[in-house]
């Protein structure tokens, strides 16, 4: 989503959009081919915008649902994605102190693409630890059998 800093005020604008998950997965794809998550469907994109002189101020969250494999048993699963975010931009080349939580960018020109920082917060968001359930037994180590499903073949 492009935004246009003479169009923001000091007033708090709301910025409702979806982000493509195709852009995200592609990213995924090409920074870790072997990981198994993607992202299903759009995300949901809530936030709020305005402007203080030329700092531009953004806070608000961004949803999804992410499609991965159980860590323990390797079956696939769903999972929500939801994440905060909130943004100080700041015009390139001029300072600024960084409120409470706030993560600091910089924008140059007369536009913001907030994509990119939507993409990043997502890509944050994704969680290496998620599992089918919080009882998941797993796979045998010895046999492989999914101990959800089924009981171990091995001797022991």
């Given at each position: ?8 005020s ?86 600024a ?57 091995c001797?022991?």
């Amino acid at each position: 989503m492009i935004v246009k800093v003479a169009d923001l005020s000091d007033a708090v604008r709301r910025a409702q959009y979806r982000e493509s998950a195709g852009s995200l997965n592609e990213i995924l794809g090409r920074s870790a081919p072997t990981v198994d998550e993607r992202f299903e469907g759009d995300l949901d994109v809530d936030a709020e915008i305005y402007r203080s002189g030329t700092d531009v101020y953004l806070q608000g969250r961004v949803a999804g649902t992410v499609r991965c494999a159980c860590r323990r048993c390797l079956d696939e699963i769903q999972w929500p994605l939801e994440r905060e975010f909130r943004f100080l931009l700041v015009k390139e080349g001029e300072d600024a102190e960084l409120e409470d939580d706030a993560g600091l960018d910089h924008y140059s020109g007369d536009e913001i693409d907030l994509s990119p920082l939507i993409r990043e917060q997502a890509l944050l968001a994704l969680d290496e630890s998620v599992l089918c359930s919080d009882d998941c037994k797993g796979l045998c180590a010895g046999c492989g059998a999914n101990l959800n499903r089924e009981l171990c073949t091995c001797r022991s």
